[in-house]
T-cell receptor, first 114, second 113 residues
Framework: NAGVMQNPRHLVRRRGQEARLRCSPM?????VYWYRQLPEEGLKFMVY????????ESGMPKERFSAEFPKEGPSILRIQQVVRGDSAAYFC????????????FGPGTRLTVT | GENVEQHPSTLSVQEGDSAVIKCTYS??????FPWYKQELGKGPQLIID?????GEKKDQRIAVTLNKTAKHFSLHITETQPEDSAVYFC????????????FGTGTSLTVIP
């Protein structure tokens, strides 16, 4: 059973460009969470999605950031017009069907904005 | 909202000794407390968790204790090995699917051979 998959693992963007980060949850998981980790810090919650629905986006910046989890395909975290402060590791986690508290994390995408 | 504090930020122990990492939380509604191990360049890996109806849980060399009254929980690693060297994160949540995790700031553990 493959774990949570994220790609790309490393992404370099110039200021003003767009970044697209992809996450495929574990097989059988339909709940996806995105977290951001700044250097030397813990993970901060951004958004929680189920298939075709954003359930909780309380941790996501109001501008430039968006997330989706379509019926088919991976979840996408999109950052428009990136700035240097967006440089961080972005982790996706998935959890089993309702009743499961555990979250299993992917390897992360390390975004560098130059 | 929830606030999780973690100590120490760095910890060095000799191989074979024990390591203890402590976390406190602020929200009495939190009832699920996982611990993650993160190796360099990798994602956090769930190593053990505890729910609020249990005071202690053990899995081989790893144990977690929870004191709900004092709102703190701890990770204990016995007979440490060099491969235990990593950053460890505690987290707290309300324990239902969809509840976000609130993470501590991490403890960098170094086990000296």
């Amino acid at each position: 059973n493959a774990g949570v998959m994220q790609n790309p693992r490393h992404l370099v963007r110039r200021r003003g460009q767009e970044a697209r980060l992809r996450c495929s949850p574990m097989k059988g998981h339909s709940h996806v969470y995105w977290y951001r980790q700044l250097p030397e810090e813990g993970l901060k919650f951004m958004v929680y999605l189920q298939k075709e629905n954003i359930i909780d986006e309380s941790g996501m910046p109001k501008e430039r950031f968006s997330a989706e989890f379509p019926k088919e395909g991976p979840s996408i975290l999109r950052i428009q017009q990136v700035v240097r402060g967006d440089s961080a590791a972005y982790f996706c986690a998935s959890s089993p069907p309702p009743g499961g508290s555990e979250q299993y994390f992917g390897p992360g995408t390390r975004l560098t904005v130059t | 909202g929830e606030n999780v504090e973690q100590h120490p930020s760095t910890l060095s122990v000799q191989e074979g000794d024990s390591a203890v990492i402590k976390c406190t939380y602020s929200d009495s509604a939190s009832n699920y407390f996982p611990w993650y191990k993160q190796e360099l360049g990798k994602g956090p890996q769930l190593i053990i968790d505890i729910r609020s109806n249990v005071g202690e849980k053990k899995d081989q060399r790893i144990a977690v204790t929870l004191n709900k009254t004092a709102k703190h929980f701890s990770l204990h690693i016995t007979e440490t090995q060099p491969e235990d060297s990593a950053v460890y994160f505690c987290a707290a949540s309300q324990g239902n699917t969809g509840n976000q995790f609130y993470f501590g700031t991490g403890t960098s553990l170094t086990v000296i051979p």
